[in-house]
T-cell receptor, first 116, second 115 residues
């Protein structure tokens, strides 16, 4: 069975400081992993995705994530937070059976607050 | 590219009535569309998967007679909440997937309030 655990429900950082949002996954297969961001009353936007290529994945807006199979982790990082980064972030896993992905399994989400 | 819209963005209906939510892929043909539900401060839960021209596949615990899904064309899927009750109040989000990629593109969501 596949599942994803976001270790922090809330993260608060100061503007200009690094961001770390933690995610651990469980999958019977080599999974595809994603990070999505959701701003208030808006749809989900894909930040980045891992699909068995390079383990360090760079996404939009300066975010990146590293796939660590030994730790079953896919933590999201950004060197310097911006006020506009304040939002809800979801770590998502999808089984990679047969080479494609269909069902997305969402983590509980991490709310990122950025203070001046 | 890959834009998905939803209509309406917000709807308020009375208990016992039905409400229809539309999900459209604006610039690509969506062979598969997904419907999710998101309760306040919670994550997205997949309700059902629909392929164009066939019956939707519902997740365990989702009542197919209450949440009617139609995917009659490659650009439109609808979710109808029948005989709505206050506990159906939620944020409903659709996503769509085309033929060229496995990636799902999400709509902006519809907030349903049942009074």
């Amino acid at each position: 069975a596949q599942s994803v655990t976001q270790l922090d429900s809330h993260v608060s950082v100061s503007e200009g400081t690094p961001v770390l949002l933690r995610c651990n996954y469980s999958s019977s297969y080599s999974p595809s992993l994603f990070w999505y961001v959701q701003h208030p009353n808006k749809g989900l936007q894909l930040l980045l995705k891992y699909t068995s290529a390079a383990t360090l994945v760079k996404g939009i807006n300066g975010f990146e994530a590293e796939f660590k199979k030994s730790e079953t982790s896919f933590h999201l990082t950004k060197p310097s937070a911006h006020m506009s980064d304040a939002a809800e972030y979801f770590c998502v896993v999808s089984p990679h059976e047969g080479g494609g992905y269909n069902k997305l399994i969402f983590g509980a989400g991490t709310r990122l607050a950025v203070h001046p | 590219g890959a834009v998905v819209s939803q209509h309406p963005s917000r709807v308020i209906c009375k208990s016992g009535t039905s409400v229809k939510i539309e999900c459209r892929s604006l610039d690509f043909q969506a062979t598969t569309m997904f419907w999710y539900r998101q309760f306040p401060k919670q994550s997205l839960m997949l309700m059902a998967t629909s392929n164009e021209g066939s019956k939707a596949t519902y997740e365990q615990g989702v009542e197919k007679d209450k949440f009617l899904i139609n995917h009659a064309s490659l650009t439109l899927s609808t979710l109808t909440v029948t005989s709505a009750h206050p506990e159906d109040s939620s944020f409903y989000i659709c996503s769509a997937r085309g033929t060229e990629s496995y990636e799902q593109y999400f709509g902006p969501g519809t907030r349903l309030t049942v009074t």
